[in-house]
């Protein structure tokens, strides 16, 4: 990796450097080395460290590199296609989906959430709320939070399911017997929270892709689905773009 004269260039310092280090990505390095520390690269660029972190924060955010916990700034492999396309507008939990039930559990609804499935913050209605993981060779490549009305599974409370994934898999097996009459989708760009980062091996604050379904069965939201993407990883596709929002 060589050195660049950033001072005579019009761009900003950390995009310009950005190119650099891309460039250098493609020659210099293989899929998975360990970049020198950023004080080291710094000092080789001529720049400070702050325009360094700026440089590889935008590597990251196209899916280059990955900071990993322990180890450091990598070279990362290609983004592995992700589909989230409304297709087969199925119920979450149906046979063939990738996504592993991790826990269950009754928490107090936020308020963004109580809106999004048209309740009553202040009602208090109970909420369960399954966390999954979603696999990709092996490997989490999304977490999600899946929010289902107790009044959208009624019959569950006749169910002897403890907490954690049984009580999850009961969850979804409830949601079966709807009819799903529709859903709607947004995708974001987020910042990872502590517990998802800790799940998909991020650092907290690192980019991920949001993804936000709606479920709707008889005229009501059902089941409110929020999606977190690595975006270093993923490349999200979508089979069917018709009923698909990108939030700004």
Known sequence: MGTTQLDSVPEPKYWHLKTVIGEALDTDFSVGEILPNERDLAARFGVARATLRQALEQLELEGRLQRRRGVGTTVAPPRVGVDVSTTRHRWPGAADDSWRPVDCGLPELPTA????????????????????????HGQPVAAEQLYVPASSVPALTAIDAPSGPTRARAVLRELQRLTLDGQDRAVELGSAR????????????????????????AGRTAALSLGTYRADTCRLTFGDAGDLQIAS
Request: overall charge positive.
């Open 113 to 136: 959430v109580a809106r999004l499935l048209d309740l009553d913050p202040a009602a208090g209605a109970p909420v369960h709320m399954v966390r999954r993981i979603r696999l990709t």
């Open 194 to 217: 502590a517990e998802d980062a800790k799940e998909l091996d991020r650092l907290p604050g690192a980019p991920v892709l949001v993804v936000t379904t709606r479920y709707f069965s």
